[in-house]
């Protein structure tokens, strides 16, 4: 008699969602850690701001408060908005005296290696003046922060936040930078201040897609999309050094007042004004390329 054929187990569907947890719970676990490196970084660099003022300091303790201030803002997008306004408040008076500081350096260090810096010695002396003041207020302003940070309660609530993030959420938070880029793209051709947005836009964009790319997110663009917003935003921050520069030059009634030829002045806005038209071009020509790689990753 022939053996029968063994009768087939009813084999169990595979389930993956325990795996997918397990994977997103990494994620999380990693941007959590990259958050308390971020805002152990931005406190450090604010100490060192106000000790020092020097402009690699100013500098770098700007750039960790815009990538705190990214990092908050993709975490309320998730969150429908919650806690942003309550976490940045305490820097938001520190960046904004910095900027005062970093716009007078920059300008002082394009001035002094210019060729016309012999005769433009008041006006370095002008800018230096209102390095001072601004050096004294952000001192005042450290000390009003030090008394309201919470360091650690700080980060406990933001890690509470970002244990929520999600795939989908991560998503949806490149698609919102795409159509707000799209918006910005088609103002910047005529008007600045659409321009300054989309650079804020986009450099927020290029910090969060660094960090959430090196926790594991996938996100639309990838390295295509970084590859492309890191020189472009370079591109925009020398176009915004130039439209300081000369919005600093506008301040100024006359170059009498500051025992200047007139027609020096005259000369050197209108050196500045032509590196900025460079800059703009060459912005011009990009946005038609960032909107082609818009079209392409959406």
Not at 13 to 21: G, S
Not at 65 to 71: D, G, M, T
Request: charged content about 20%.
């Amino acid at each position: 008699m022939a053996a029968l054929p063994p009768i087939p187990h009813k084999q169990k569907p595979i389930n993956h969602l325990p795996a997918m947890k397990n994977l997103n719970a990494l994620k999380t676990r990693c941007l959590k850690k990259e958050a308390r490196k971020l805002f152990a970084r931005l406190n450090t660099s604010v100490l060192a701001a106000t000790q020092t003022c020097s402009e690699p300091n100013i500098h770098q303790m700007r750039v960790a408060v815009k990538k705190w201030r990214a990092l908050l803002a993709f975490t309320a997008f998730a969150q429908h908005n919650a806690k942003q306004k309550k976490f940045a408040k305490p820097y938001r008076k520190i960046f904004s005296i910095s900027g005062n500081i970093r716009d007078a350096q920059v300008h002082a260090l394009f001035l002094q290696e210019h060729h016309l810096a012999d005769q433009l010695q008041p006006y370095l002396q002008h800018l230096k003046e209102e390095e001072e003041n601004s050096k004294r207020q952000l001192n005042a302003a450290y000390k009003t922060l030090k008394n309201k940070i919470s360091a650690k309660r700080r980060v406990k609530q933001l890690n509470t936040l970002l244990s929520r993030v999600t795939a989908a959420e991560v998503s949806a938070y490149t698609n919102s930078c795409i159509e707000k880029a799209k918006q910005y793209i088609v103002g910047s051709y005529t008007n600045e201040e659409q321009l300054h947005q989309l650079r804020k836009l986009l450099k927020q964009w290029q910090y969060n897609a660094i960090l959430l790319q090196n926790c594991g997110f996938d996100q639309t663009g990838g390295n295509k999309l970084l590859d492309f917003l890191v020189p472009f935003n370079e591109l925009l921050g020398k176009w915004q050094d130039t439209t300081v520069a000369i919005d600093y030059l506008n301040e100024l009634q006359s170059g009498q007042q500051l025992a200047i030829n007139p027609k020096t002045m005259v000369k050197l806005r209108n050196e500045i004004a032509t590196a900025k038209a460079t800059f703009q071009r060459n912005i011009m020509a990009g946005l038609l390329d960032l909107s082609i790689l818009l079209a392409q990753i959406e």
